[in-house]
């Protein structure tokens, strides 16, 4: 099996943080979009912290058990459905 490239694997470690700093700055203005209130809209952030810290903790097992791939390709896929079930929502209302 070839290696991965550097810019890839990169990118799939930053893509659990990158989503928090990139909407943190943006909470004023999603609250007043969505009609929420500014404690909802933070205990948004503190849910997303805790679903990737329980990720973490069910990652080491399963990786140990299935390997690192499929572990992190279904990780990733997990990842976009959860981001389109995001957008749908938010279509919704």
């Not at 099996?1 to 909407?23: D, E, K, N, R, V």
Request: no cysteine; proline share 5%.
């Amino acid at each position: 099996m070839t290696a991965a490239p550097l810019w890839l694997l990169t990118l799939i470690t930053f893509s659990g943080t990158l989503a928090m700093h990139i909407f943190v700055p943006a909470l004023p203005e999603a609250a007043h979009a969505l009609n929420a209130s500014m404690g909802s809209m933070q205990l948004t952030m503190s849910v997303y912290i805790m679903g990737l810290a329980f990720g973490q903790l069910a990652y080491g097992p399963l990786s140990d058990r299935f390997g690192r791939r499929p572990v992190l390709m279904a990780g990733l896929v997990l990842y976009a459905g959860a981001g389109l079930a995001a957008v749908q929502l938010v279509r919704v209302r």
